[in-house]
């Protein structure tokens, strides 16, 4: 098989930028991985769900180049993303005899280059690392942005870095495999673009909503090509979350919540996110900055990618103030008054306050 | 009593900068804290020997400036320099409701200052931090560099994050009470100044050695500024430690085996560095680099600022075998080679290898 990278998309970072490659037969082909920096180590970090389908062929890659490769496996799932499984990583360098060259290589979805991220990020200050992500949601939404961290029992990616990897390897041939909840999972993400950023790929994704379900290798590269460039725009501007980023959190105020509240892992991010978006959209209608027929273009699309569009029951005896309660802890609150991230007609995001008694409207018309 | 500020040294790293402040009354002096960014929180943290003697005077400080003002009480010693006393941090600030804008204080020394420094580099992926140094070392060490960071069993500070301060407080005062070993560990970072960057320095330690020992607020407050200046200088020129800040680590590789091998908090840090500054200064005479009077000579300051210049056995029967074995596992060292920082006759540091054969001979000297 030969390589073959359908396009590469540029992370514009100064001195810290990288491009993420995008295309078949990529993550196990040594050639790949030669621009990388020289190391005694290479370490793959992977779960117990992609390390049988992907970790040989990547740990054969990556022979060509360092004298020893490492492989950690982590338990898989959202519930893992914690201290306990960080430090497993840390143990796993420090008895291996990792030095500060050792290059770290994240292999799986959003959780494994979160946490082998932060692990890059803070092993003996810093050392490099590569993603390597083999789900939709992680091609379209970490491999931009050099978000790191894990959650805390209080909340969701509270501890964490700015940190950005050496090199993005998307291959597309990784979604193949890709059980369908967790496709329709990465497709919220690529959704979110549209709304906040690009009304011309809302129309795309409209149009090619079932070749990305039906796993159509151009056009999921396509989606992911137009998601990371639309990623790389917006954190180009405010690397460190200052003010315009926040709009890649459209839908996620109210997505963390549902997260936060039914326990990490219940739901997939990207479901949440889905129906995150459905409740962002509707808060905008309520704020008078989109109609009724933008919320239900939205929320179809939503609902044939296989998304929820109705949240759960987090409280029988006042689930909008436990939504509220949740809300509150998200970091882009600030002195307690909780910022939504809404939507116009026009293709732009922006952040608001809300008064509660609306927001415990829109919870309870889109809760089940 | 008046704010008496006797010099200030400015840590010139681009849009990183910060201020060091130098002098008398300032650490619970309002309008020491004019210059900071706003926010709803401002908590500080210390420990249980700290607490009870300068907390209230900094939080009655921060009040000015501050709608709430919180505590964080650690438990005090190099032995808690841990995740889990991390993680303490993390359980106050999210159970205290801070967002992003939160500013944490570390009052106390090195270890407060490191674990305060990495929970603000993590909290909500980086706050702001002030640090407020109580300790010598911690004046003329932590002040600058941006080293943050906790311990792991298999090594001393092997997680963390370079991040910078917004503010150093360094009052003079706070030495007046520090206990005499305290003091002492102190100067063995100040005395490493000289021979690893100006000699004229280290002639003025030693014609003000005695002044000092007795607290004599000039020369303590001339000792720190110097330091700083050093310090500054250095990493202003490598603030990630790609090559020359490496020098900061004269008597360090040595100390941090002494620290590992009888376990953290056994031997104070500053203690560990003045035994381990004559072992690396023999090992610099056994490269050639230095003769046997320069020996003689710091080790005999080191002796008079009341260090150890024995070093403890970490293995009965092969001692030289497990200070090896300990600082192969230093950050510096690359695909298994100890790299040491020597230094010559003209104020100067550099890195070297050196045979493990050569390396055991000055152990074995040194070594009670």
């Avoid at 092993?123 to 992500?133: A, E, H, I, K, T």
């Avoid at 809300?327 to 002195?335: C, F, G, Q, V």
């Amino acid at each position: 098989m030969t390589k073959s990278t359908l396009s590469t998309v540029s992370i514009d970072l100064g001195e810290r930028s990288y491009p993420i490659h995008i295309g078949s037969n990529l993550f196990g082909t040594a050639s790949s991985y030669a621009s990388l920096p020289k190391a005694s180590h290479a370490v793959v970090v992977t779960n117990t769900t992609v390390s049988p389908l992907y970790a040989d062929a990547l740990m054969s890659a990556l022979g060509a180049h360092y004298p020893a490769v490492e492989l950690v496996v982590l338990p898989d799932g959202e519930s893992n993303k914690n201290w306990q499984t960080l430090n497993d990583i840390f143990d796993a360098l420090l008895g291996k005899g990792c030095d500060r060259k050792t290059i770290l290589f994240a292999l799986g979805g959003g959780v494994i280059g979160d946490m082998t991220g932060f692990a890059a990020a803070s092993y003996m200050r810093g050392v490099p690392f590569v993603q390597v992500p083999t789900t939709l949601l992680s091609q379209v939404d970490s491999s931009v942005g050099g978000k790191t961290g894990i959650n805390h029992p209080l909340g969701k990616n509270m501890i964490g870095a700015f940190y950005q990897p050496l090199l993005v390897v998307c291959d597309i041939d990784t979604l193949i495999t890709l059980p369908a909840r967790e496709l329709s999972a990465g497709l919220a993400e690529v959704i979110k673009y549209g709304p906040i950023a690009d009304l011309g790929f809302l129309d795309w994704i409209e149009a090619n909503l079932q070749a990305l379900l039906d796993r159509n290798p151009e056009a999921l590269a396509y989606a992911v090509q137009r998601s990371c460039e639309i990623k790389s725009w917006v954190v180009g501007q405010d690397e460190r979350e200052a003010g315009l980023r926040a709009i890649l959190n459209f839908g996620h105020t109210f997505g963390h919540a549902i997260e936060a509240g039914l326990g990490y892992g219940e739901w997939l991010h990207g479901e949440a996110v889905g129906c995150g978006m459905v409740m962002a959209a509707h808060l905008s209608q309520r704020l008078g900055l989109v109609d009724a027929g933008f919320v239900s273009r939205l929320t179809g699309l939503i609902a044939r990618a296989g998304l929820p569009i109705k949240g759960p029951s987090l409280d029988a005896s006042d689930n909008a103030g436990r939504y509220l309660d949740l809300m509150r802890l998200d970091k882009k609150s600030e002195a307690g008054e909780i910022r939504f991230v809404v939507i116009d007609e026009t293709g732009h995001a922006f952040m608001r306050g809300a008064p509660d008694a609306v927001v415990r409207e829109v919870v309870d018309l889109c809760c089940i």
